[in-house]
């Protein structure tokens, strides 16, 4: 059974420029959501997606905005890059509904800001 | 929102002793308490999970408590091996905003052999 999985693993960009990056939850799960990770700190909550609807949606500009497909993948979309948007990307998908949610995170995309 | 405090931010103990880390939350709609271990260049990897039904939860050497009237809730590793040296983090959810997660600034545990 297959985790959850993130493309590309590293990237770099250049400030200004725009960036796109990939997820596919673990199977069976319907939900995902974005987290934010700079260097020594816990993850921040971009967004949430279920049933391909934004509908959690953290303090993040609006230059931070994604999408998920039918087949429950999703995609985080950065523009105007900046210096400060270097960080680990991280997405974690879980079930809907459940009493708790347990929610599993991919490996991550390391994205540099040059 | 819901803010979670993590303390402390290191931890060292030797091999063989008990490890615990502490977090409170402010939002009382908080019913979900995952927490959450990363070790080095790898993913977060929830290790255990309460909720707020429940005061106590234990698996093998790891327990999480929960006190709901004060907000806070807490890690317990025992007899310490150097593999549980990693990052920790722990979080709240709520049901109310779809579980969300909020997650503390962490604490770096190093586990001296």
């Known amino acids: 059974d297959a985790g959850v999985t993130q493309s590309p693993t590293h990237l770099i960009k250049t400030r200004g420029q725009q960036v796109t990056l990939r997820c596919s939850p673990k199977?069976?799960?319907?939900?995902v959501s974005w987290y934010q990770q700079a260097l020594g700190q816990g993850p921040q909550f971009i967004f949430q997606?279920?049933?391909?609807?934004?509908?959690q949606r953290g303090n993040f500009p609006d230059r931070f905005s994604g999408h998920q497909f039918p087949n429950y993948s999703s995609e985080l979309n950065v523009n105007a890059l900046l210096l400060g948007d270097s960080a680990l990307y991280l997405c974690?998908?879980?079930?809907?509904?459940?009493?708790?949610?347990?929610?599993?995170f991919g490996p991550g995309t390391r994205l540099t800001v040059t | 929102g819901e803010n979670v405090e993590q303390h402390p931010s290191t931890l060292s103990v030797q091999e063989g002793d008990s490890a615990v880390i502490k977090c409170t939350y402010s939002?009382?709609?908080?019913?979900?308490f995952p927490w959450y271990k990363q070790e080095l260049g790898k993913r977060p990897q929830l290790i255990i999970d309460?909720?707020?039904?429940?005061g106590e939860k234990k698996d093998q050497r790891i327990a999480v408590t929960l006190n709901k009237t004060a907000k806070h809730f807490s890690l317990h590793i025992t007899e310490t091996q150097p593999e549980d040296s990693a990052v920790y983090f722990c979080?709240?959810?709520?049901?109310?905003?779809?579980?969300?997660?909020?997650f503390g600034a962490g604490t770096t545990v190093t586990v001296r052999a």
């Open positions: 309460i909720r707020s039904n429940v």
């Open positions: 939002d009382s709609a908080s019913n979900y």
């Open positions: 997606y279920y049933e391909e609807e934004e509908r």
């Open positions: 199977s069976g799960h319907d939900t």
């Open positions: 979080a709240a959810s709520s049901s109310s905003n779809d579980y969300k997660l909020s």
């Open positions: 974690a998908s879980g079930i809907e509904p459940a009493g708790a949610y347990e929610q599993y």
